[in-house]
């Protein structure tokens, strides 16, 4: 029996303000968005139409979630994001204000920039190496 890695949950402040900057910012897709009984959500999101695991966001309740804003990962990455052209995708990024703290470089394994998310959690940015 095979399984799949089909979403990961991501905690957030605020439902609008996660799908704004995903959504617009980052062009993320919100492939579901619903009001469940509880009056909680379930907004799940995807980097594109083609990407096969999702984001759910959830908004943080509890103190220890709230605590987490920012920091799932810790100061470790918590996602990456792969680009068919990184110094493309951070010029159209860092135009939206997207805060990168790492521009574009090129590594054995492909051309890297890191970013933070609106609140804090660190991401890695990658496309195919470049030729140098």
Avoid at 56 to 65: D, G, K
Avoid at 83 to 107: A, K, L, N
């Amino acid at each position: 029996m095979s399984t799949t890695l089909s979403a990961i949950q991501l905690l957030v402040d605020d439902y609008q303000a996660a799908l704004d900057y995903y959504c617009k910012t980052l062009d993320f897709v919100c492939i579901e968005d619903e009001v469940n009984p509880d009056g909680s959500r379930w907004v799940k999101i995807l980097p594109s139409h083609y990407a096969t695991t999702a984001l759910v966001l959830h908004r943080a309740v509890s103190p220890a979630q709230q605590a987490s804003l920012g920091r799932q990962a810790g100061d470790a990455v918590f996602g990456i994001l792969y680009c068919e052209d990184c110094e493309q995708t951070y010029q159209q990024w860092q135009s939206r204000g997207v805060q990168f703290e790492q521009p574009p470089v090129s590594q054995a394994y492909g051309t890297v920039a890191i970013f933070s998310d609106y609140l804090g959690n660190r991401w890695d940015l990658i496309g195919p190496p470049t030729d140098h």
